[in-house]
Structure formats: structure tokens, C-alpha cells
């Protein structure tokens, strides 16, 4: 099991960034990775033995829901989050689902970018707080 504070230290890392954006920390960097790590599967990424990223998830009745996937500035911009979205996919499929789905901030204009190309689509917008959220999904192949 992930420790707490490896945890954590890799979110609010990660997530720190996006305060001047949007005014505030991120709903993930004032999570309880106590209880979410009694709740979710973690699968932490690393690169040369050193950690460099992680993905939260929680199986659903008909997706793999992705409550977080986050990656350490140092190692931003090195296709880490596609590896890690990938391996949901993997999960979710050996799962037997069809879909990932998620949720960001539409100030996000990146990560909204990546998901996008990713093949992930938008499917709802919401207003939470002083911002929107953003719902996407994407539908999954077993590829042959």
C-alpha cells in the first residue's frame, strides 16, 4: 500500500501550479488520502527508482472511475500521464468495462487538451465553487 504522505507529497506537488489559475488549491491537494487509500486503488509510477507519478481509481458498476492522475513537475511533459491513463485503461478492461471517466477543472486548459487527444470527450460541464467542472469519458476497445 501507497504511504500517506508519499501521497500527498506527490499531489499538492503536482497540483500546486494550478493556485494562481484558479485562486485556490485544487480539490485534490485538500483530499483525505488517510480514507482514499483505504477506498481507491493507487498505482504509483516510477522512473530510474525514483517516484515520478500516480493514478487514483475506484471500479464502478460500468466504468473505472479516475479520481486523480497527477505527475511531479520535475517529470512533467514526458508522456507520463498518458502512460498512466493508459494503465486505467488496461485496469478498467480487465475489469470488463468499456470506459474511464474523470473530472477536471475547465481552467485546465492542458489537461482538458490531453484527455482530448487521449480520445477522452467531453460530457458535461458543471459550476462548482468559483469555476466549472469538466466531465469526460472515454470508450474503451480490446484491442486484437
Not at 86 to 103: D, F, I, V, Y
Request: proline share 3%; net charge negative.
Amino acid at each position: 500500500m501507497a504511504d500517506v504522505t508519499l501521497v500527498r507529497d506527490i499531489v499538492r506537488a503536482a497540483y500546486s501550479k494550478w493556485i494562481p489559475v484558479i485562486g485556490r488549491e485544487p480539490s485534490p491537494m485538500k483530499a483525505d488520502y488517510d480514507e482514499a487509500l483505504q477506498k481507491h486503488q493507487f498505482t504509483l509510477l516510477y522512473m530510474d527508482a525514483e517516484i515520478a507519478g500516480l493514478i487514483e481509481t475506484t471500479q464502478e458498476n460500468d466504468h473505472l472511475w479516475i479520481e486523480n492522475v497527477c505527475v511531479l513537475p520535475a517529470q512533467q511533459g514526458r508522456g507520463l500521464g498518458k502512460i498512466l491513463l493508459h494503465r486505467a485503461e488496461q485496469m478498467a478492461l480487465q475489469a470488463g468495462h468499456s470506459e474511464t471517466r474523470l473530472l477536471t477543472n475547465a481552467a485546465f486548459e492542458a489537461n482538458i487538451a490531453l484527455y482530448q487527444r487521449l480520445g477522452y470527450v467531453i460530457t458535461e460541464w458543471e459550476v462548482y465553487l468559483e469555476g466549472t467542472t469538466v466531465y469526460m469519458r472515454k470508450r474503451l476497445t480490446l484491442d486484437l
